[in-house]
């Protein structure tokens, strides 16, 4: 017998911590970033020619899901590169992938 989902989440400062992220990836544009980055650090450049919008559109994204703390960054020379900083992030992408796509 299944256990009942009444105590998934029993803090109430976990449930905001989930709310704000969910949120945030919640965007199509931003939903696109996260899937083409997986688990792989991605310069901003080849974000903008994945997802096929202007670098401004690109970056004002990136910043809000960095501010949420889903994305880090790094430096490289001149380029800068993204990637998802937890794990649990890559999970839930995962699983959205197996439960709304089709392939």
């Known amino acids: ?14 449930i905001a911590r989930a709310a704000r992220c969910l949120k945030a990836m919640a965007h199509p544009l931003r939903l696109k970033i996260l ?25 004002q994204h990136l910043a809000i899901l960095r501010d949420k703390g889903i994305l880090a960054h790094k430096k490289v020379a001149n380029r800068v590169y993204y990637y998802v900083d937890d794990d649990r992030t890559l999970q839930l992408i995962q699983m959205m992938k197996d439960v709304f796509c089709e392939d």
């Open 35 to 59: 899937c083409t980055l997986g688990n792989r650090s991605v310069s901003v450049q080849d974000i903008v020619e994945a997802v096929g919008t202007s670098q401004s559109n690109i970056s």
């Open 1 to 14: 017998m299944a256990e009942p989902l009444n105590h998934l989440m029993a803090k109430d400062s976990d």
